[in-house]
């Protein structure tokens, strides 16, 4: 049996290949154009992220997935995942999602036995679902023992440590600031992970236009560090 704390900084770690740190959520597309030159800016892009887009969409979709997955309801793992598909307006970011989903899968199915990861791995082969990032993250996170609380927090700070680090290789953040960042937004996780408990799957929404349109202008970039 695993020890949930270990399980917990092993599944929110950067170390741990989920191939979510591939992506800079439009950040990338921003520091290029100039639109993002400060460590300021970075915390009001993360600030827009989380609470416009993170928190009432992806968030909410882990939340009910988990919970799905500890009452081991299939069939509602996948309407979780058919609604934030649905949410996921941009094509490349759904791509992107599905892609680190898989990988996160693959590792999590490589490392722990549960026949829920199996069965989540066949659904995702068979395209009975997409097999998003935060759905596959919700059932890994039951599946090693963690609390839907914990679960949640690993989400949010995997999440905020991959934009954070992106923002230190595209060079508009360095590393005190970055610790610094970090400590700021513990206050906006606790934040965001309490609303989030409130709300359906129908009430999921998301509003950030302008990094949107920075994520689609991504792909047009000659010259790219990241998926995203």
């Known amino acids: 049996m695993i020890d949930s704390r270990l399980a917990l900084m092993q599944l929110s770690d950067s170390f741990f290949p989920s191939g979510s740190f591939t992506l800079s959520h439009g950040l990338e597309s921003l520091v290029q154009t100039k639109q ?14 989380l609470h416009h887009k993170i928190g009432c969409s992806d968030l909410v979709a882990l939340i009910h997935a988990y919970r799905a997955s500890a009452a081991n309801e299939p069939d509602e793992i996948r309407r979780a995942d058919a609604y934030l598909y649905a949410q996921t307006l941009i094509q490349v970011t759904r791509d992107a999602q599905c892609r680190s989903g898989q990988a996160l899968l693959m590792v999590a199915r490589s490392t722990w036995r549960d026949q829920q990861l199996e069965s989540l791995q066949n659904d995702v082969d068979t395209k009975r679902t997409p097999g998003l990032h935060p759905i596959v993250f919700a059932v890994v996170g039951r599946a090693v023992h963690l609390s839907e609380s914990d679960t949640s927090l690993a989400f949010l700070h995997s999440f905020i440590t991959g934009v954070v680090g992106a923002a230190i290789r595209l060079g508009v953040l360095g590393h005190l600031g970055a610790q610094t960042l970090l ?46």
């Open 183 to 228: 400590a700021k937004m513990a206050v906006e996780i606790e934040a965001i992970a309490t609303q989030a408990l409130s709300l359906s799957l129908g009430e999921m929404w998301s509003c950030t236009p302008a990094i949107d349109v920075a994520q689609m202008l991504h792909q047009r970039s000659h010259s790219k560090q990241f998926a995203t």
């Open 36 to 49: 993002i030159c400060t460590a300021a800016d970075v915390e009001t892009f993360l600030y827009l992220l």
